[in-house]
């Protein structure tokens, strides 16, 4: 088995967006780590989830307080595994083989086939990389030396796993509420407090931490960003003590914590002024990274719902002779498909727009965040859907942990909570249109990209832009609580129709199978469940585009 060879079309779509000879050495690599996510790691990650959790050692036989995390042996090498392939160390520094840094492009397709098997895994990898990028970004260069070469490590040092601490318990989504205190000393600053949801606690070298110097103003305005080792240079902790581990639903193989902070040495990041600022950079890569996971787990539960009804018996036949069973798997492909496709296709704007590339205008970095909303929500809340579905397609087998179905259900639950919720992302995409002019930016962009179309799959997208138009213009005039109460759905209406134009703009490759994805996934998207239908589109196509996936689309180096 191997997650990226068995996806033809994923392939194809890195062909689309990188160079010929990143390709080749991607290709390369990806496939290696595919066949390792869908073997040993998947091995390693069942027994983490159902055995091997992380366990806090809380004192020594001595009675000292040493909160240490213990993680089983798999799970090291899993760390060992992904961060030496440059998941995160190759956005930022050189790649031996080709001579040249690599892109975010590149580790979002490995953070894609690893979420496949371990998107609880994927979650420390995702604060290393918001580490790497605060630090790259924005640290003095003496803090760069003494961190970034650790955080960035793909083997060649000791490596410095990252970590994001935000969360407070009067604060949750409220970051501004924070009130850890920075005391300035002779020697520099020490942090006082407690942060409540700290992930990949005990296994980071260096926490990037929020925190409010003494004198500082209220609110965002007043949080400092500080680099926090972990432990000193002598290996004792940096006065650091974890109270307890969280006790979570899904993700069982990231150790989250109560941390308390009691003079932790800590380093000023950047403009002590714009700590929130920073911060919120670095949560838009992360909300990236969550989408990510999102879609590794909705590819896993499809291809098991899949497997399943290919060899499943019942009633005298296999499940997937039945037409209900079809239509599900049909719609799954087709959505996973697409929804793939757009999330990629849109990160060459995420990687202009995060490594402040010449060229970058205000109208992309409104749309880029506007888009990482957008996608996060859509994602997190399909892994779950996908997971359901699955789950469904299993009957009573689903429901037993001796399948992957019931881990995918729980760790896809948590996406939709990390990151911001629905409600916050919501609240974001109402803040975009009302400061920056995100919906007339977004309907000017959507516009210009299906000008021309003259389907009457196009029109039916069309129908749903004028849909929009109607509903922004309603809004201009409305009351806050009409605002709030209908942002949800502004961003619901603005995904379904960005979807749908990727899903208009790969049939005109002319490839066949695009055009089958792209009808099934229109009219499902905008067609009454409530008619009777006399075409079965998603039955029909059930053979070129669940049994036949990708073979037309043959991909080589």
Partial sequence: MNFYQEEPQFRALLKELLDEEFFAYADKELMEYG???????????????????????????????????????????????????????????????????????????????????????????????????????????????????????????????????????????????????????????????????????????????????????????????????????????????????????????????????????????????????????????????NTVASLGIMRRAYSEARQYALKRDAFGKKLADFPMIKESLVKMAVKLEVETRTVFKYLPLFEKVIRNEPGVSEKDIVLNRLYIALLKKETAEQAVHFAHEAIEMHGGNGYIEDFVTPRLLRDAQVLTVWEGTANILGLEVLRLMEKFNAGELFLQEIKGRISGMESEFAKQVQTGVEQLESLLTSLNHASADHKTFHSKRVAELMVKIFECVTALEYAESGDERATKVMEVFIDTTWKSNYIFEESLKAVDFFGEIVMEAGKKQGVTA
């Fill in 35 to 289: 066949e390792k996510c869908a073997n040993d790691i998947d091995q390693r990650a069942r027994f983490t989830d159902r055995e091997g959790q992380p366990k806090l050692i809380k004192f020594d036989a001595y009675g000292e307080d040493i909160s240490e995390v213990w993680v089983n042996d798999g799970y090291r090498k899993t760390v060992e595994d992904s961060y030496n392939t440059g998941i995160v160390g190759y956005v930022h520094k050189e790649i031996p083989k080709l001579g040249r840094k690599g892109n975010y492009i590149y580790s979002y397709a490995q953070g894609y086939l690893l979420s496949q098997t371990e998107p609880g895994f994927y979650c420390p990898v995702t604060l290393t990389m918001a580490t790497a990028y605060l630090l790259d970004q924005y640290a003095s260069p003496e803090l760069k030396e003494k961190f970034l070469p650790h955080v960035l490590s793909t083997g060649d040092t000791t490596l410095f796993e990252g970590a994001t601490f935000l969360t407070e318990r009067q604060g949750g989504s409220d970051v501004g509420a924070n009130v850890v205190k920075a005391v300035q000393t002779a020697e520099g600053y020490k942090l006082y407090g407690e942060k409540y949801f700290a992930s990949n606690a005990g296994m980071c070298g260096v926490a990037m931490v929020l925190a409010r110097k003494e004198g500082a103003p209220s609110g965002t305005k007043g949080l400092t960003l500080f680099a926090v080792p972990w432990r000193k240079e002598d290996g004792k902790l940096n006065g650091i003590k974890i109270r307890r581990l969280k006790d979570k639903l899904g993700v069982k193989a990231v150790p989250s914590a109560e941390v308390e902070f009691e003079g932790a040495e800590a380093f000023v990041v950047g403009d002590p002024t714009k700590g929130f600022y920073y911060m919120m950079e670095a949560l838009n890569l992360s909300r990236v990274c």
